[in-house]
């Protein structure tokens, strides 16, 4: 009887190690400078953006991206992971191919814009490592199942706050209009409404159900 109860507890402890290790950052977790290079980064990053383009652009869904993916590099927090990949790994592959192909979509056309000063542009290069980085961690950690629900939640609140706290003119997270301009077509309210139930159902659902297929629901945090 003894043995047997050993036996069934062997998977657990296995599990535990495991689970201890992947948080504590061992060999198996994030590399350390992989976490050097998201710190560093974002350090430049938020003081440069606030000076030349206010602190309201920190609400577009790309930059809360760019931070909820850098928490999950540096704490090893897979739900934050989550979270963002819900979020904005669709986008932010678009955003990746229209970069690629000289910004035709529109996305990324910003970045031909010699305008903009070289830095800036730079800087915004943070588009291209968000799918590898999330994709990697999904790949690590696994998908947490309930990152559609905590970022559905977080967009609900975030168009209205950004409807209300921005210019219309700058359309942040377009919430305005889809794309660069601002939409005449149906009252603002109207399209924010629009928006608030489009973005979930049609963009954040159909990842989540991707991801949730293609890595899983191991749960290590």
Known sequence: ???IHTRRRQPDTRDSYLESTAICGSAIGVPLWLKVAYGGFVAVLVPVYWRHYGPENFLWLSDLALFATAAAV???KRWLAGMAAVGVLALELAWTVDFVTGGRIGLASYMFDASIPLYLRGLSLFHLALPPTLIWLLHRFGYDPRSFLRQAALT???LPATWLLTAREENI??????GAEPQSVLPPLAYLALEMVALPVLALWPTHLILKRLFGTRRLD
């Open 173 to 178: 997270n377009w919430v305005y209009g889809p």
């Open 74 to 76: 540096i704490f090893e």
């Open 1 to 3: 009887m003894d043995s």
């Open 156 to 158: 609900l609140v975030l």
